[in-house]
């Protein structure tokens, strides 16, 4: 009784307003409906329940810590292998592994992947969201293939934007620093009736680095423009339809393709991006989704190359597909004046003659340059649905499944000679169960077939102790897997050069001789992941503690580096990886609070020694706020890697940071500066060649300022 | 109800089982009643009073009790029957039950009405009692955010001075009328916890949903002025039930029988409700101590 006069009580108060009154009326409803928040597991687990470790970043942290990128972001997360090899090239990968391209780990943007589908890799400078519209970052810091399918191996990054109706009605901000950088944004948000809208235009650039391996003065800048628009339409009061759509448009610089080159192979990139997502509520207990998504990304990179005339022989090229080895060996021969090679197969050597005839036909212009223009364009789409129901059964039961499909494809003349495309099919359930009150156990897995790799099924099992009501102990077993891509399976790889100067035999178009042709039959990698976790939640102190054993065996792994001079990607390669991981987050009164974050990692028996380029035995951060009064913080933190992996170096950053904030005739404002302090002026990371590249910075201290004014 | 049903509760009420105050039937005043409309939040909080205060008499209209052979002492329950009560001359002094403080001033300022014959227990809880329950769920300093509106500016201080007794770090952000609720909440995105009291000119039935949402998609905690809306979704409040106010209604009667009339107050009973999936949900881990916070009727 007391609890429905208390009900009763509301529905009085409600004087001014009907406000509370519809509340009150299903409290019961409202309740449950509150806990439908679709999250990376899919269902809104808190940190107790939930069958992962998980890394949140919120937009508050990167405010205070002066943290102005994403993987600037990442090296928040422990186990996070973060390698800035030039300006636009970051290599990402949690727990590291293979450097050359970073492959195994999801990164969604609202839960809509970003993962490239036709070279399997995430443009980390290109992801098309602004930080200034980031609301948190969600790192599930394991596989997660049971809730996201193949390529979430590793981990799940899930960067979650700013709900429209969230958003001020304008934002501008501006900085600048050191090494070139500025980054100019505006934002506005609107409400109409029944939606609402933000929309952001940003403008970054960022000379790079000063000095990059195979170019003294650097060649790495970024100047990158994006256009982002979020939209929010309840259409009724169980019903919601969300927009989205993005473009990011611009130029990166890259300084190397090929060892004839004499101009740069530079960038131009096109992402564009649209995604719905319909959302109706059948009760209050029952929701389903409906998502729509699409994404083109575009890339034009073309430059001058002028190799000796002899490589666009059409005979040369035949002998290299029929013998590579015989090929180069009368190359040297040419150049080095040494004797014709023998020793193929009967056939091969009568194309060793046939070629040698071409090489006697064009005299000494066989060795003299022919320029010309070469390419590595490429688009790549994808297009997907996915249908989600989630049901809370009771309160110890809570479900959510689905469905989707999706076409994929990868368009390049260079890569693929022509367009290539798959199409996947999946299906995908997760159950949490709460039998008593000291126990969770989550269940669930993802099947998918997919065209190109077969079928694949990711389970995961977990069960969270809760020992008492701040400390919960997490068992999990999970298996993911991460599918090879269209280039691995389908490469058809050569490049076609135009506009040569002078022409060959007539023509303005010839071949390099080298290629490579996929031959397919590649299954997924996989991993079977064993974790121990523990949770510590101390209110009085506002600390969570997340301590994390784990033990992951990683195989069926393609390792091998993949160039025209050797294309033979296989899954023979395995790594195991084990270590523990510490994450600690404090808050402890309003104007102090800090993190630490500590991975020790042992990355054993890799059959590979790429699966060793990207290894910190050591990783961790450390950072410290203190709000003053009067609107001035700062902050100090450290981020470090110990760098053990081949070709590898150690990693060390402090940064301080000074930030104000304040108010003019209503506007409020904030501006902040922020010195870096690197313990190395380079960068260096693994190839897969001998000698390692590095990248370096002229100055250890970079500096960086900030303004940004509110229009609340 | 079942007609079987009501007519047990009839015969509790009436029959003599359920006791009456005592003291109240021998007080010199007359105890006449003004309902608002015949909802069945007001009839089930006229049944408690009647249980307490067998003789009184409501009803609607005003008009209907006609003269009284003594002294009368009036109660208002909820807003509508406060403004009924405050568009009539009243031939005795006035206490506003179940009325939030913001809609009491603004109809009192609305009407014109001297407040020396008209007093009130609000319907909610006190900031004190709010900032209490938070520096005890948290059991540190936190930063505390509360929107006002042009119209409850006035509680600014009062909750300055309850965060200060508590040792809680207030954020208080004014709202401009023509303001997105959910965008008056970007500025006070830093705030471990936000503090939400009725206010007409804030919130709405449509826009406190939205409030939920937005504060839970940023993990925030919301600490509401009543038991339901903790079930809607607030982590936490203080509230008072109607045998609560009707406790601290004893006393105010007797202060009136002394002849002085009370200054409008906050509930002087109150207990926490909790929403523990909500807790959950946000990592709050909520104790016994809190649970069994509150002060109750003696």
Redo the contacts between chains.
């Keep these: 009784m ?23 009326a299903d ?2 409803a ?2 449950e409906h ?2 439908m ?1 679709i999250t990376p597991t899919r269902l ?6 939930v069958p992962a470790s998980v890394t ?1 970043i ?3 942290t990167l405010r205070r810590f002066g943290i102005t990128s994403v993987p600037d972001a990442l090296r928040l997360v422990p186990g996070m292998a973060v390698t800035h090899a030039t300006g636009p090239d970051y290599r990402i990968s949690y727990h590291g592994t293979n450097i050359l391209s970073p492959r195994r780990m999801n990164v969604l943007i609202d839960g809509i992947s970003v993962y490239r589908p036709a070279f399997s890799e995430v443009e980390w400078s290109q992801v098309p969201v602004v930080v200034d519209d980031i ?2 970052i969600e790192v599930t810091r394991g596989p997660d293939s049971a809730a996201y399918g193949p390529n979430s191996m590793l981990a799940v990054v899930n960067i979650v934007t700013k ?1 429209p ?5 304008g934002f501008g901000s501006v900085e600048v620093g050191s090494n070139g950088y500025a980054n100019l944004t505006g934002r506005v ?1 609107l ?1 109409a009736g029944p939606t ?1 809208i933000n929309l952001t235009a940003n403008r970054t650039q960022d000379r790079g680095y000063d000095t990059l391996s195979n170019a003294a003065e650097g060649h790495d800048s970024t100047r990158l423009n994006r256009l982002n628009v979020r939209s929010r339409t309840d259409v009724s009061p169980t019903a919601s339809l969300d927009v989205q759509a993005a473009l990011v448009q611009g130029r990166t610089e890259v300084a190397f393709a090929d060892g004839y080159q004499t101009s740069f192979p530079d960038k131009r990139v096109m992402d564009a991006y649209l995604g719905a997502v319909w959302t109706q509520q059948l009760s209050p207990t029952h929701e389903v989704q409906l998502r729509l998504n699409h994404a083109d990304q575009r890339v034009r990179q073309s430059w001058t190359s002028c190799p000796p005339t002899v490589g666009f022989l059409p005979e040369l090229s035949t002998l290299w597909r029929a013998n590579s080895a015989l090929a180069d060996a009368l190359l040297y021969s040419l150049q080095t004046g040494g004797p014709i090679p023998i020793g193929g197969s009967a056939a091969e050597n009568a194309l060793l003659a046939a070629t040698v005839v071409a090489i006697q036909r064009l005299g000494p212009r066989a060795v003299e340059p022919t320029c010309g223009t070469a390419n590595q364009d490429s688009l790549e789409r994808r297009t997907d649905f996915e249908l989600q129901d989630t049901y809370v059964v009771s309160d110890q039961i809570r479900l959510v499944g689905g469905l989707g499909a999706r076409h994929q494809s990868g368009e390049s003349q260079t890569y693929l000679g022509g367009v290539r495309s798959s199409t996947l099919q999946w299906l995908f359930g997760n159950v949490e169960y709460r039998p008593v009150a000291w126990l969770t156990l989550n269940g669930g897995g993802y099947a998918e077939h997919n065209t190109l790799a077969g079928s694949t099924f990711s389970p995961r099992a977990a069960a969270n102790l809760h020992l008492s ?2 400390q919960t102990l997490r068992l999990v077993w999970s298996k993911g897997t991460r599918s090879p891509d269209i280039q691995e399976q389908q490469a058809n790889w050569s490049y076609t050069v135009n506009d040569l100067n002078p022409s060959l035999n007539g023509s303005t178009t010839a071949r390099l001789y080298q290629s490579a042709v996929a031959h397919g039959g590649l299954v997924s990698e996989r991993i079977t992941s064993r974790e121990i976790g523990y949770l510590l ?1 101390v ?4 600390m ?1 503690l997340d301590v994390k054993l784990f033990d992951d065996e990683l195989t069926s792994l393609i390792s091998e580096r993949l160039n025209l001079a050797g294309f033979a990607p296989t899954n023979d390669n395995s790594v195991t990886l084990r270590g523990a991981e510490i994450q600690l987050t404090a ?5 102090w609070s800090g993190f630490l974050n500590y991975a020790y990692l042992d990355n054993l028996d890799a059959t590979h020694s790429l699966e060793r380029s990207q290894y910190s035995r050591h990783s961790g951060a450390i950072g410290l706020t203190h709000a003053f009064g009067r609107g001035w913080r700062s902050s100090l933190s450290y981020y470090g890697s110990s760098g053990d992996g081949v070709g590898e170096s150690r990693y060390g950053r402090w940064d301080l940071t000074l930030s104000t904030s304040g108010d003019v005739q209503g506007l ?1 404002w904030t501006t902040s500066i922020s010195v870096r302090r690197l313990d190395n002026r380079s960068v260096s990371y693994a190839f897969g060649t001998p000698d390692a590249l590095a990248s370096t910075y002229s100055n250890r201290l970079q500096v960086y300022g900030q303004i940004g004014l ?1 229009f ?1 | 109800m079942s007609r079987r049903r009501r007519s047990l509760l009839t015969l509790l009420l009436f029959g003599g089982l359920v006791p009456p105050r005592a003291a109240w039937a021998g007080e010199p005043y007359d105890l006449r009643v003004i309902v ?1 409309d015949d ?4 009839r ?2 006229i049944q ?1 009073l009647r249980r307490r205060y067998p003789s009184m008499v409501a009803d609607r209209d005003v008009a209907k009790f006609g003269r009284a052979g003594r002294p009368v002492v009036y109660l208002a ?4 029957a406060l403004r009924t009560a405050l568009s009539v001359a009243l031939d005795g002094p006035l206490i506003s039950l ?3 403080r ?2 009491f001033v ?1 109809l009192l300022e609305e009407r014109g009405v001297a407040q020396r014959r008209v007093t009130a227990i609000y ?2 809880p006190a900031p004190a009692q709010q900032m209490q329950l938070i520096a005890l ?7 505390v955010g509360t929107l006002l509106s042009g119209q409850t500016a006035y509680m600014a201080p009062l909750l300055q001075q309850a965060a200060r007794e508590h040792k809680l ?1 207030l954020a208080l952000k004014t709202v401009e009328p023509d ?2 609720l ?6 006070l ?2 705030a ?1 916890v936000l503090l939400i009291s ?4 804030l ?3 449509e826009n ?3 409030l ?3 504060t ?4 925030q905690p919301v600490i509401g ?5 903790v ?3 607030t982590l936490a409040s203080a ?5 609560d ?1 009707i406790s601290q209604l004893d006393s105010m009667l007797e202060a009136v029988a002394a002849g002085r009339l009370p200054e409008a107050q906050y509930p002087r009973y109150w207990r926490v ?1 909790v ?1 523990e ?2 807790a ?6 909520v ?1 016994d101590t809190v649970r069994k916070l509150g002060n109750r009727p003696p």
């Design positions: 007391g609890r429905t006069l208390s009900l009763l009580t509301t529905v009085l108060v409600a004087s001014g307003g009907a406000s509370a009154q519809d509340i009150a409290p019961e409202s309740n509150y806990l928040v809104r687990q808190s940190l107790a329940d949140v919120t937009a508050e609301d948190r709900h109706r969230d958003v001020e009605r948000g409400t609402a009501a701040d939640n209110q009085r102190l506002g969570l808050e402890w009164s309003p104007r409020p509110r609340p | 608002g909802s069945g939040a007001q089930q909080i408690a329950v909820g807003p509508a179940f009325t939030s913001q809609t603004r319907a909610e769920l948290y059991q540190r300093s936190v930063r770090d303001k997105t959910s965008r008056a909440l970007t500025d995105a830093s471990n009725p206010d007409s000119g919130y709405t039935a406190l949903r939205q939920l949402e937005s839970y998609r940023r993990g002025f009543s038991a339901a809306l079930s809607a979704g509230y008072s039930t109607v045998d106010t409700a929403n999936n909500v959950r949900s946000l990592n709050v881990i104790d």
